[in-house]
């Protein structure tokens, strides 16, 4: 990329991406590119050719679970098959739901539809209790909507009403492909009872407060929320015994639960039941369903097509077995080398916010004692784990079954997994993303931050591009992550993952003054057409600034340290180019603030960066010194 080094003063963003952003096209099939999105795209190019070659020998099978993974990759390449049955698949699953006559036959079938992984009017999970992490506990949630936040059912809400005219139109032409009487009828009963679970939900922006979603309720309260479902018998029945207490994340919704599910609405909550499934099945069928089924998605992102077929069978075994071909990747295309350097900057950057604790002017002696406590005992997981978990040695396709069959057998599999952890010990070595996925992650539950080998690549990592380089990319990536130890969210839990108050009361006061100046400072920044969310936002901001500071500093500790080469690097990072719809669709529920703002408003808050540029008063790039926020 040629750099405008004279624009850096207006744009740092645009001054290193612009000749990028003019030049590049975004491929039809795709929201965005650039980034973590082409990174993605070029892993995933890389895995495609390689899985090929399995399929024609060149490349040998050595382990049981990578030969499931290509038979399953046939199946789903099998588009002779998948035309032949339409969709006939799904047809015991759409006679399930036409069966149901009261709410009476609805104890039953939630069992099995919870199995099947399919929507209920309520989910339930098992996972860390967040205030004893050595267990798992039962948590009972909110269902997923239709709509990608609640805020789009707000009167007046003109992308909201435009999305759901083609969902409905979507979902009349499906339930008409299936055969299905009354489409119009059924789809406009979905819709009803999805507006009314939505009245009672908490926003993306309530979500991302995540300690408030702890709500423990004992057997008895939880029965109370419904006089029509017997929660009781239904959590003894999908996960072998009756709970002592739940975790309700939404109590809000539940206390509204018997007005929304009983007698009266069941026709509603039917409808909405097979609407679901008819839309989440219709990728995994035909190709007419499939198309069909597309439309409100490419409504969401502004692709102008949808993914090849065989891009698609790609993309859909990678998911069920990615922890499979996440290790087979790590191990082949990640070195030694490469892993243990970066294991030494995630040392090193540790010891560098240490360095910034000790010396920090806000804090009082004992918070910051803790602080180093919570610092030290962060588990580093780097580039792949030694093995995946046991459950993908179950996964063994039936020849017999089709695509569409051989999913819901595994899904079967993997849900009667997870639900059956509860009351078990927590396996903190599980790894919560593929070693190919481009992205890094801090898991406050565990007090573990993980960086898969995907991500450790140009521009974020190369053993050939300078420190200095790589303290703006990978470097500030892994600060940002253990500045999550610290955010709003991470900042309630301690070293062990616990969620408890381990600051003293006056600190956390400044903590919180601070994290609201964050929020000011990104709160109705426009942004395609519309506004960043500063408190949506706000953990990923905190954990940004944090990150991009203690990153500097351990730059700054190298002896041929290059800021400026620093500095143009994190802007690299953040490449990206994205349709409009995809961009306003982020706005509206991605906890991130979008990429150019990323880049361009951190580094104001950064002296450093003022100094290297000769940013100076009148600049666009200037931020005056009372104004910079600096929280760790």
């Given at each position: ?17 612009g ?12 929201a ?60 015991d ?19 099995d ?15 860390a ?26 009167e ?8 759901l ?11 008409a ?27 993306n ?29 239904y ?28 007698a ?29 089924g597309?439309?409100?998605?490419l ?9 090849s ?5 790609f ?24 892993r ?12 560098v ?5 000790e010396?920090n ?22 580039g ?28 079967q ?37 993980c960086f ?9 990592y ?10 703006g990319?990978?470097?500030a ?15 309630q839990?301690d ?7 381990w ?14 100046d ?32 203690a ?34 669709l ?15 408003v ?6 450093a960066?003022?100094?290297c ?18 929280i760790?």
């Amino acid at each position: 990329m040629t750099i405008d080094y004279d624009s850096i003063k207006d744009d740092l963003y645009l001054a290193v991406n612009g000749d990028w952003l003019a030049q590049t096209e975004i491929p039809a099939d795709k929201a965005a590119t650039g980034g973590f999105t082409s990174l993605r795209d070029q892993m995933e190019d890389l895995l495609l050719e390689e899985t090929q070659a399995m399929r024609q020998g060149e490349i040998g099978l050595d382990q049981p679970e990578i030969q499931e993974f290509v038979a399953y990759y046939n199946k789903a390449l099998d588009f002779e098959e998948r035309e032949a049955q339409g969709s006939q698949p799904l047809q015991d699953e759409m006679t399930q739901v036409a069966h149901l006559e009261d709410i009476a036959d609805f104890q039953a079938f939630a069992k099995d539809w919870t199995f099947k992984n399919n929507d209920l009017p309520f989910a339930i999970s098992v996972e860390a209790d967040m205030k004893d992490t050595d267990h798992y506990i039962l948590y009972l949630d909110a269902p997923s909507l239709i709509l990608p936040d609640t805020t789009y059912y707000e009167e007046g809400h003109e992308a909201g009403q435009v999305l759901l005219a083609i969902f409905a139109k979507q979902s009349k032409e499906l339930l008409a492909y299936c055969g299905i009487d009354q489409a119009d009828q059924l789809t406009a009963d979905a819709l009803a009872f999805d507006r009314s679970l939505a009245r009672y939900m908490k926003s993306n922006e309530e979500l991302a407060d995540y300690p408030k979603l702890y709500n423990p309720r004992s057997l008895d309260q939880v029965q109370a929320y419904s006089s029509h479902f017997d929660f009781t018998a239904y959590f003894e029945a999908v996960i072998g015994q009756v709970p002592d207490q739940v975790i309700v994340t939404q109590p809000a919704f539940f206390d509204h639960f018997d007005e929304l599910v009983n007698a009266s609405t069941f026709d509603q909550v039917k409808a909405w039941l097979l609407v679901k499934v008819v839309n989440s099945a219709s990728n995994c069928l035909s190709e007419e369903m499939r198309q069909l089924g597309s439309q409100y998605s490419l409504a969401l992102s502004g692709n102008p097509e949808t993914l090849s077929q065989e891009k698609q069978a790609f993309y859909a075994a990678t998911a069920m077995f990615d922890q499979v071909i996440g290790l087979y990747y790590g191990k082949k295309h990640f070195g030694p080398q490469a892993r243990e350097d970066v294991r030494q900057m995630v040392v090193e950057m540790i010891e560098v916010y240490k360095q910034r604790l000790e010396a920090n002017d806000w804090l009082s002696p004992e918070t910051i004692a803790k602080a180093i406590v919570k610092l030290d005992a962060i588990d580093i997981l780097v580039g792949y784990p030694d093995t995946y978990p046991d459950i993908y040695r179950q996964l063994k396709v039936d020849p017999e079954l089709s695509f569409y069959g051989n999913l819901q057998a595994f899904s079967q599999i993997k849900v009667a997994n997870r639900l059956g952890r509860y009351g078990q010990v927590v396996d903190r070595t599980e790894w919560g993303m593929s070693p190919a996925t481009v992205n890094a992650y801090y898991n406050p539950s565990f007090n573990h931050i993980c960086f898969p080998a995907a991500i450790l690549q140009a521009p974020f990592y190369a053993i050939d591009q300078s420190r200095s380089q790589n303290y703006g990319g990978i470097g500030a990536v892994i600060a940002h992550e253990i500045s999550h130890a610290f955010d709003n969210n991470g900042a309630q839990f301690d070293e062990k993952g616990n969620m408890t108050n381990w600051w003293q009361e006056a600190d956390y006061e400044v903590f919180n003054a601070k994290a609201e100046d964050m929020v000011d400072q990104f709160d109705g920044l426009p942004f395609a057409g519309g506004q960043v969310n500063g408190r949506l936002t706000v953990s990923e901001n905190i954990a940004d600034a944090g990150g991009l500071q203690a990153a500097l500093e351990a730059c700054q500790h190298e002896e041929d340290y290059d800021l400026q080469a620093f500095f143009i690097n994190w802007a690299r990072i953040w490449c990206q180019k994205a349709r409009d719809q995809y961009k306003q669709l982020l706005l509206s529920m991605d906890v991130h603030a979008p990429s150019p703002l990323r880049a361009n408003v951190q580094v104001k808050n950064i002296d450093a960066f003022h100094a290297c540029f000769d940013v100076q008063e009148g600049d666009p790039m200037y931020l005056a010194k009372e104004n910079r926020v600096v929280i760790w």
